[in-house]
């Protein structure tokens, strides 16, 4: 057996999808692969910091924050360390970085990571921000320091649409992926097919939760062009940064083109995409498609997401999944977790 | 740079569309992965044996067998040995199974598998006849030997059906699986679906090679059957023989049947499926069955494969990618030899 001590920085809808994991699964996750998890530190920005080097009872993390939205009241050896300290100096192996997505200039989580990293502590993630916009750095970093990263969290929550490229398809030599990476406009594409309107299929989607009170991340295609950078870096190898993205959002589609797609046999989907060219370089883009029905991603109703690696050995190989979730993302960070593990091995 | 040496026992499609991958990705396969890969012995039942120590040009076996279908005429050290002599007495380090299929012994295929194991080599295999029948035997052999089998392969050719479910999703949990795990029956009742009936899909499925002159293994959803065992055996460690699928075929459909459902916005696939029951045992079964046009098993057409996983934490996960083909198997057996470099590592 062997114990893993994790300090979680960040503890809203995915830290606790992910604590939950770990409560109900624990027992199982030890018979099957021999690995316990610990969690030795919790910091949040408002909700309280705790740091024990001899761990925190997850059963009393969850009930505080269910009960008072706080993890007040909970008795740890320190509750006034911050982010960088607990990611430097605690007793941690794994820094679990799951606090808010800044697209713009990823802090604080970047500095964060990079403490962690330059310390000797491997890295999971579900945050967007420093991947999309560091993810070459903070590898580059890791391996100087003999420890890893794993960000499967960050693209279609924790459907392995990463590890399935990094690991089992990495012989087949990808050259093109393809796919439907944000949830909201998927579902109000799908809402607009049912007859609603955009304003009002954004209206749902934000009484669902799906969407933001400002929506523009996700229907200007930040969101998705965040992933394609990501898909890029990661499986690529290609260093693409959020400006080589070609970016087209969904908030000019009308229900007269959802209706001439229908009528022509397709379906409007917001579709990010990164090709290597034959040549050298690439095309990058996100942007609304025509897709016929009979294509695999047209069917990709909702909430859920897709993507397409076009290889050169094996040809089209599609994922689909959940794109969404506190357990689903919470089941990224596992399965990151779970991998070092196997390398360790 | 690690060096594996193989031994093929079997050089029809699957052989060479492998050993073409090796010739055209080598360089890249090194460069990559840091790993290349010496073909040492290959054994056909009437095209000859060569076994050679010191290696084999890829490039003349695969001229050879082009120019005049046989192995002779190569030199090799020895062209003597039979399967059982080079799996169990060879320089290689793996054993590369990839001969024909027998769905009732498993033989003879299995008695050399079971050499090159208690012989200390790896062995990789797309090979359904032992892996259907003696899973999990070979893989207590080849565990009490510090080896690994990999049968990738068996299973939807190269696309990582099996790989996926041991690596990213075993975490979360897998209670059920369904699938079109059959290439020819799907590409009958695509057939079909435009207006064939069964005799005429069926003729137009031997002409272009994706059904037997007898198509029983196919059409009465043996081959389904055995995938069925292969995917309950290696990822949900249910010890499930040929004998416990509940097994029917699509040769009584008729274009009625079709017509009936497409009528009611359905469309016709044998699906394979085993699920876990909540109590206990399971229920494993093939059989045609109708799924919604939105099911996203239902757009999978012609000789295309799916899988659906139906996991705890992350809901359902779909894979769909090519179901058969000659590079596309060779890669199945590619993609294991690259997981056992890994393990190693």
């Not at 605690?90 to 970085?97: F, G, K, R, T, W």
């Not at 809402?191 to 991340?217: N, R, V």
Request: net charge negative; glycine share 12%.
């Amino acid at each position: 057996m062997k114990t893993y001590r994790l300090a979680l920085i960040g503890f809203g809808n995915v830290g606790q999808g992910f604590a939950q994991i770990l409560q109900e699964r624990g027992n199982w996750l030890l018979e099957l692969f021999g690995v316990n998890f610990e969690i030795v530190a919790v910091c949040t920005r408002s909700r309280g910091s705790l740091y024990d080097p001899g761990g925190l009872e997850i059963n009393a993390l969850l009930d505080s924050m269910q009960s008072h939205n706080s993890l007040s009241g909970i008795r740890a050896l320190h509750n006034d360390w911050d982010a960088l300290q607990i990611a430097g100096d605690s007793n941690a192996d794994v820094l679990v970085e799951i606090s808010y997505t800044d697209l713009e200039t990823g802090e604080p989580a970047t500095q964060t990571i990079r403490r962690a990293l330059e310390t000797g502590k491997h890295v999971v993630t579900a945050n967007k921000g420093p991947t999309a916009l560091h993810y070459p750095e903070l590898l580059r970093i890791a391996r100087e320091n003999g420890v890893e990263i794993g960000v499967e969290g960050t693209v279609m929550s924790g459907t392995p649409a990463l590890n399935l490229g990094l690991g089992s398809l990495a012989g087949a030599g990808v050259r093109k992926i393809q796919g439907i990476l944000n949830g909201t406009t998927n579902y109000i594409l799908t809402q607009m097919e049912s007859g609603a309107s955009y304003a009002d299929a954004l209206a749902q989607a934000q009484e669902k939760g799906y969407a933001e009170a400002d929506p523009t991340a996700d229907v200007e295609a930040y969101d998705a062009a965040a992933k394609v950078v990501i898909l890029a870096n990661t499986l690529m190898n290609l260093p693409l940064t959020m400006a080589d993205i070609n970016r087209t959002g969904i908030s000019e589609l009308t229900s007269d083109d959802i209706e001439q797609a229908r009528g022509a046999g397709e379906r409007w989907k917001l579709i990010g995409m990164v090709e290597k060219q034959t040549t050298s370089g690439y095309v990058a883009q996100v942007k609304p498609t025509r897709l016929p029905v009979m294509h695999p991603l047209a069917s990709v109703s909702g909430a859920t997401n897709a993507i397409t690696y076009t290889t050169e050995v094996l040809g089209d190989v599609t994922l689909i999944g959940p794109g969404a979730g506190r357990q689903e993302t919470g089941y990224g960070l596992l399965a990151d977790l779970l991998a070092i593990h196997r390398n360790s091995g």
